[in-house]
């Protein structure tokens, strides 16, 4: 086996490393070549060492993405081994030796003929005649294409970063199948040549129904030959997913440690845009450190509380809120600030242990004066009067970064309210009033304060982690029916390392720890082989052989060897097994897709993790191969709560909700919304719930444009304007007539993610339209194109710069079909509020807004123009842009459709690909394209069942 250099000076706990990935064939067309690399050379055979030392006289750059190592120069490349004016040849050709359609094939080519291929194309490029360029490949289109399309996309000028004289065939260079795509989809749809220049509808035709022929064979060969779908890694959140359940801690953070996703139109496991470095295999030891560490319990069960805090306690935020923090004799009483929208809170600190917790607090409303001036703690006489609240208010439980998990309405009689959560540990909690009204800066003086609402905690505790059996589940899946003993010098055993509880940065702990505790096992051959093959099997999704678990329990036998206990052992090799090719890549063959391959598709698609036991029983079986068990065991998922995974994952992944924190509004332009945490969570979560709701009825697509409903709280209801909402949780409501709102385009989440924080932009807006919902992004903007400055003066409106901008003709063109629907959605503010003007900061009718003692004002500025024409129709609002759009629902469909093939399979639709969407959109169509019916459609298709 291949070993890192010794120079490396790795402790055997650490030596999961890039060599030892590559020795277990994480890459394998080019497994001893980036051995090399790394400095393991000595006992290579001579012929193999001339190479490396080849290589590193050019001076490669390497770069792993998928199973294809792309190799680039670095300019220091001496120039007997490649001449400058060769270098482009060398470098193409050694690219397509190591090409994974050319050498890899996944096992086919052992390593010596993937060594016969590089040696030649190192030894022989400079020989090697250039790959044949379009005008040799296409010959009978050469002069149309010369005088039609390379004026503006040559070697002179490349009009939309496109070049077109040196493209390479598919068969000479298969990198170029995309290009050729994207200029079959350009000239198919008459977008390209341009108007003087157009081909003529027969030279259309002919070039089209060459082209596509072309692609779909080049698609037929590509799945013969490596599948499909290249070797692709688990995404963050798959990686996640799979470690809570394989450690049972659904609460786990470990996708904060992984490398992070590519990003292809807001998709995160394209699997040929994936990139494997060395760097990035730390920080998959480091996310395998943590989860562990996380799981094992070696010490005596936790005190379960419950603890209680006294409201002295909970006033821990005075400093920051000192007179919404109010204590009255034995009461915490909250008070919202002036023209503040983030409520106050109370603060407490959760016990260090992950797990579930159960958190009750008991509270009433009230009511109580305010005054700008007042003692934050009052004592002896000196005690203000609370008064008897006159409604109900909702407060929200959640963490200091944003995060609810809970919200309840207070009611004016004094009441116990209770909630149980998974808590990562160490999580400051607060108790939050996330709906006390907005005020203005007029504070209570006089004989007649003004007597506001407010919130009054009387304590509140906390019990937990509630465990039923210990140890927990998490630590069972490492050590079994081990015992746990606590460790002394008597013992005879060897001492364990200090246990690190917790999911964050691991710390420093001292020596001096009182108590140790150790897994005690008799029998450290038999036990640890026993425990790792339970643990791979799992983890691998699929039976493990001998040999495999021989080569783990080396490890373990290894560190006994050294002086280790046996958990620390053992942890060694579980670290390995988490940063194992077999774990964090999905494995599949070329062809029809096993039983076990297929579950293993299947779990990463509706549950974004591991099979479980049912489905990995029908894969071993091969049962799941048969297309009526297939989707009966699709339908049992989709109504599993672990479905919520995916749905949200995909919801994330498709609107961009991701980005829902990326921007703030302008305090002075909108400082009702000034840390208005709940409601940025109330927004997302309506999008979220919304969706769920669209899969879990099958409702048809025209619901992402327009629905008489909407799932709202009091919080968003109040936001919208929509009267007869109460409470903190969301709820299903029907709209009233003529709302603005309704589906997806026009919730607050979407207006808020396609905006920034100081004003609106309808390119941005249509831009995120035509890509994640009619599913035709426009092409990027030249380099020269510039931008839309925000005017918060309100001298002029975007619109009127938006028509100067497009007197510019490189412009014009794609504003054209850009600009109108984000015209449609200037009816709402950065945040999704309703408006009919803008706002600004010094010209306007009117003021609208003075915030309190900042003494600055908000000025209602020019009239928002919301009209524009599209698909050849004029609309004047959203009410009608909305009714245009709902005409597009195939298009939208089938934008979906393409989202959810990348979704299930980790590859984008190829050329071959459309012809099987097209058909399942005409078998949908009659149904209005239900959500859930898209899903389960994907499993019928060759895509899902092939690799």
Not at 511 to 519: G, I
Not at 654 to 681: A, C, H, M, N, Q
Not at 903 to 930: C, F, K, P
Request: glycine residues 6%; aromatic residues 8%; neutral net charge.
């Amino acid at each position: 086996m291949l070993r890192s250099p010794e120079s490396s000076g790795r402790k055997v706990e650490e030596a999961v490393s890039l060599p030892y990935l590559i020795a277990e064939g994480v890459i394998r067309s080019s497994a001893v070549l980036q051995a090399w690399l790394v400095g393991a050379e000595s006992a290579q055979p001579l012929a193999m060492r001339r190479l490396h030392s080849l290589l590193r006289q050019a001076r490669l750059d390497m770069v792993i993405r998928g199973p294809t190592l792309e190799v680039s120069w670095r300019l220091s490349c001496k120039r007997s081994i490649c001449p400058a004016g060769e270098r482009d040849v060398f470098n193409k050709r050694l690219s397509l030796a190591l090409d994974d359609s050319k050498c890899c094939g996944y096992m086919k080519h052992g390593k010596r003929s993937i060594f016969l291929i590089a040696t030649a194309a190192l030894l022989l490029g400079r020989h090697v005649p250039a790959s044949a360029s379009w005008d040799s490949w296409v010959p009978e289109f050469a002069s149309m294409i010369e005088e039609s399309c390379l004026d503006c996309h040559d070697d002179l000028e490349q009009k939309g970063n496109f070049r077109l004289d040196n493209l390479a065939p598919m068969s000479t260079d298969p990198s170029k199948a995309k290009i050729w795509l994207h200029v079959y989809d350009r000239v198919s749809k008459g977008e390209m040549p341009p108007k003087k220049r157009r081909f003529s509808q027969e030279d259309r035709d002919r070039f089209t129904e060459f082209l596509g022929g072309a692609l779909e064979d080049f698609d037929s060969a590509r799945e013969r030959s490596v599948g499909r779908v290249v070797f692709r890694r688990l995404s963050s959140s798959e990686y996640e997913n799979a470690v809570r359940d394989l450690l049972h801690l659904p609460g786990l953070t470990a996708a904060q440690y992984t490398p992070a996703d590519p990003n292809y139109h807001g998709l995160d496991n394209v699997a040929d845009k994936q990139e494997l470095a060395y760097s990035q295999i730390a920080l998959y030891l480091e996310a395998a450190e943590a989860s562990l560490q996380a799981a094992v319990a070696l010490r005596p069960k936790p005190d379960v509380g419950p603890i209680r805090y006294a409201p002295r306690e909970l006033r821990a935020h005075r400093k920051a809120y000192r007179n919404a923090h109010t204590l009255v004799g034995d009461e915490l009483v909250l008070i919202k600030e002036p023209m503040k929208s983030q409520g106050p809170w109370g603060l407490f600190t959760a016990p260090e242990e992950p797990g579930y917790y159960k958190i009750r607090f008991r509270a009433r409303t009230g009511r109580m004066a305010y005054s700008a001036f007042a003692e934050a703690e009052h004592v002896g006489d000196d005690v203000p009067k609370i008064f008897p609240g006159e409604k109900k208010q909702t407060v929200a439980l959640g963490v200091t970064l944003g995060r609810f998990f809970d919200s309840f309405n207070v009611t004016p009689e004094s009441d116990t309210y209770e909630s149980t959560v998974w808590l990562h540990g160490n999580e400051r909690l607060r108790i939050h009033c996330a709906d006390l009204p907005l005020r203005s800066a007029r504070f209570a003086s006089g004989k007649n304060p003004e007597i506001w609402d407010a919130l009054v905690i009387e304590w509140a505790e906390i019990e937990g982690p509630l465990i039923e059996d210990w140890p927990p589940k998490g630590h069972r899946a490492l050590f079994g029916d081990l015992p746990i003993e606590r460790w002394s010098e008597k013992s005879g055993r060897l001492k364990p390392r200090p246990n690190l509880v917790g999911t964050g940065k691991i710390r420093e702990v001292s020596e001096s720890v009182e108590e140790l505790y150790y897994a005690r096992s008799e029998n450290p051959a038999r036990d640890s082989r026993r425990l790792l093959r339970n643990f791979m099997e799992r983890a691998y999704r699929r039976p493990v052989r001998n040999g495999e678990v021989t080569v783990m329990q080396k490890r373990v036998l290894a560190g006994l060897e050294q002086g280790l206990c046996f958990q620390d052992a053992m942890l060694i090799a579980y670290k390995a097994i988490l940063c194992s090719p077999d774990f964090l890549f999905v494995r599949e063959k070329p062809g029809k897709l096993s039983g076990l391959e297929l579950a293993t598709r299947l779990s990463l698609y509706l549950w974004r993790s591991l099979p479980d036991e049912r489905l990995s029983k029908l894969g071993r079986s091969g049962a799941l191969t048969k297309s009526d068990v297939l989707r009966a065991e699709a339908v049992r998922m989709l109504d599993d709560p672990r479905a919520d995974r995916f749905i949200d994952d995909f919801t994330n992944q498709w609107l961009g909700l991701d980005d829902i924190y990326s921007t703030t509004p302008d305090k002075r332009l909108y400082p009702e919304y000034d840390e208005d945490s709940f409601l940025v969570e109330s927004m997302v979560w309506e999008t979220r719930i919304f969706v769920r709701e669209m899969i879990r009825s099958d409702l048809p697509i025209g619901n992402v444009i327009d629905s008489d409903f909407a799932f709202l709280n009091e919080r968003l209801a109040r936001h919208y304007g929509i009267d007869g909402v109460s409470g903190g949780d969301l709820q299903k409501v029907a709209l009233p007539a003529n709302s603005p709102r309704g589906g997806i385009l026009t919730q607050a989440s979407i207006l808020k993610v396609s905006a920034d924080g100081f004003t609106t932009s309808p390119v941005k807006r249509g831009v995120w339209v035509l890509e994640r919902i009619v599913g035709e992004p426009p092409p990027a903007p030249p380099p020269d194109a510039g931008g839309i400055e925000p005017d918060t003066r309100g001298a002029t409106t975007v619109r009127e710069q938006l028509i100067k901008h497009r007197r510019n003709e490189s412009c014009a063109s794609c504003h054209q079909g850009i600009d109108p629907p984000g015209f449609a959605l200037e009816s709402f503010d950065v945040m999704g509020g309703y408006r009919t003007r803008y706002r600004s900061l010094e010209n306007g009718d009117k003021e609208i807004l003075r915030r309190g003692p900042l003494q600055y004002k908000i000025i209602e500025g020019q009239p928002v123009d919301p009209s524009g024409e599209v698909l050849d129709a004029s609309f004047s609002d959203i009410q009608d842009f909305k009714k245009l759009l709902a005409k597009e629902d195939r298009k939208i469909a089938r934008n979906i459709l393409n989202r959810l093939l990348v979704h299930s399979t980790g590859a984008v639709a190829t050329y071959s690909d459309r012809q099987v969407i097209e058909q399942l959109l005409d078998a949908n169509e009659a149904s209005g394209y239900g959500l859930r019916s898209l899903i389960l459609s994907i499993l019928e298709t060759p895509m899902f069942l092939r690799k």
